[in-house]
């Protein structure tokens, strides 16, 4: 282009005014071509491997906010970094175990093992964020409103905390070997952080979905998935055509969940009872989770080490209560000092003694030998039965299922079409005792089909 065309022209251009005189103004040639920001040319992955040296908790508030492409870079960097934590925490893990089985120093066994609970923590978290979030931010096999992993704060910590652990362990196993069960703040914010987030997501990002309520698909059996001491029987798993059916059963040692019938308030929406139904499962398997995951830490390092010299885990219990419409519920969780404080442990028993009766929780009296009046006490106090029967376009199956079976799956045409059925039933003998209902049963039957 002639430097003529580009630059202003120095002479200049008469114009008549309303009295008849001629007057003078300046005239410029604009440049035709736009001037843009030499970071909107670069390629995603090249712009994606400068956001890594901004922390996940500005890219999730701040840079994909900016514009199209910053967003589709940024949320892109956020999931691919959590969905790649489990490889990470699954891998320490394992360089963990082997360490312990090659070392021979109490000492050393001991700050092994305070890593490996707190890997086992860590790891515990990412599973429940991951069955709240991945229809809306993973799910390939069927149409869902996407969103992303926006949790950047919580990415930051998970980040922090490895690089800890692979740089400077001390200062993530001292406070607990310093004094038994005490977690360092890092762990302390995620456990805190994972609990808001998912609520968040739930109201925020799921909730207002039109179709939510076929959308969510099995997510309360993923979240029960979550709750690694949980027992768990696979009753039947099948397809017919199209659909998967199923039922679980799982059993909550120490758990309760009672409802029953209030005059009702004000009216809630399916979708809000969903929320709080989601909600509600997953307080139980959260408290559940931490209190036998402490126990089973207890149990380890005592097997692990040839002088252990830990404290046995306190008394914790957790109660959760809140009505939604026209109904109460009342769920919680227990670890086994507690139930043992409360329903067994007299002043004369030994610690020997707890630990026998602990481990014979289970062995109920002959009934035979019992009287009728007396067969009300051979219930149990606690425990926690939830029954679940499901019948669901393939597509919306759980999450471990369509893990396992992911090619045959998506070899499925039109798998997300048809009638989603979930049927769930709790069942809690032990609400005999105060003479509440000992079973509550919670439905959603609801057409797939994609609006």
């Known amino acids: 282009m002639d430097d003529h065309d580009s630059a202003y022209y120095l002479r200049s251009k008469k114009r008549k005014v309303d009295d008849g005189e001629e007057a003078t103004c300046s005239y410029s040639n604009k440049n035709p071509f736009k001037r843009k920001n030499p970071i909107m040319l670069m390629p995603l992955e090249i712009l994606q491997n400068v956001f890594k040296f901004i922390t996940y908790q500005e890219l999730s508030e701040k840079v994909r906010k900016v514009n199209r492409k910053f967003k589709l870079a940024a949320e892109d960097l956020l999931n691919k970094t959590f969905k790649s934590l489990a490889k990470k925490l699954q891998h320490l893990t394992a360089t963990t175990f082997k360490a312990i089985e090659a070392t021979q120093d109490d000492m ?12 086992d923590i860590i790891n515990f978290q990412q599973t429940v964020i991951m069955a709240t979030i991945w229809r809306y931010v993973y799910n390939e096999f069927y149409r869902t409103p996407k969103s992303c992993m926006y949790g950047g704060l919580i990415l930051d910590l998970f980040e922090h905390f490895l690089y800890k ?3 400077k362990p001390y200062q993530i196993y001292g406070p607990a070997v310093v004094k038994d069960y005490a977690l360092p703040e890092d762990v302390k914010h995620i456990i805190h952080l994972t609990k808001n987030f998912c609520i968040h997501f739930d109201k925020v990002s799921e909730e207002p979905i039109k179709n939510a309520l076929s959308v969510s698909g099995c997510k309360i059996v993923d979240l029960l998935d979550c709750a ?8 039947f798993e099948r397809i017919t055509g199209n659909t998967f059916s199923a039922k679980y059963c799982y059993y909550l040692q120490n758990a309760w ?4 019938g ?3 308030d004000k009216e809630m929406s399916l979708k809000q009872k969903q929320r709080m139904m989601h909600m509600r499962i997953r307080r139980i398997i959260l408290a559940h989770t931490e209190m036998f995951m402490q126990q089973n830490h207890y149990e380890r390092e005592t097997l692990v080490r040839a002088n252990p010299i830990i404290k046995k885990p306190s008394v914790v219990v957790y109660t959760g209560y809140g009505d939604v419409h026209d109904t109460f519920f009342c769920y919680g969780a227990m670890n086994d000092a507690a139930y043992l404080q409360k329903f067994h442990l007299h002043e004369d028993q030994q610690d020997e003694d707890v630990e026998d009766e602990l481990h014979n929780d ?4 002959n009934p035979e030998g019992v009287d009728q009046q007396d067969e009300f006490f051979l219930i149990p106090h606690l425990g926690l039965d939830i029954d679940i029967r499901i019948d669901c376009p393939l597509a919306y199956a759980p999450y471990k299922y369509i893990i396992d079976n992911e ?20 069942n809690f003998p032990g609400a005999h005792y105060p003479r509440l209902p000992t079973a509550y049963s919670y439905h959603k039957r609801i057409s797939t089909r994609q609006y």
């Not at 090619?407 to 709790?426: A, H, P, T, V, W």
């Open 108 to 119: 050393e066994i001991k700050c092994l093992c305070r890593l490996l609970n707190l890997l």
């Open 165 to 167: 652990f692979t740089t």
């Open 228 to 235: 690694t001491y949980a027992s768990k029987n696979v009753i």
């Open 257 to 260: 969940f009672v409802a029953f």
């Open 262 to 264: 209030i005059p009702p």
């Open 362 to 365: 289970e062995v109920m009296p």
């Open 407 to 426: 090619e045959m799956i998506r070899d499925e045409e039109k798998s997300s079409n048809g009638m989603f059925n979930l049927c769930i039933q709790f």
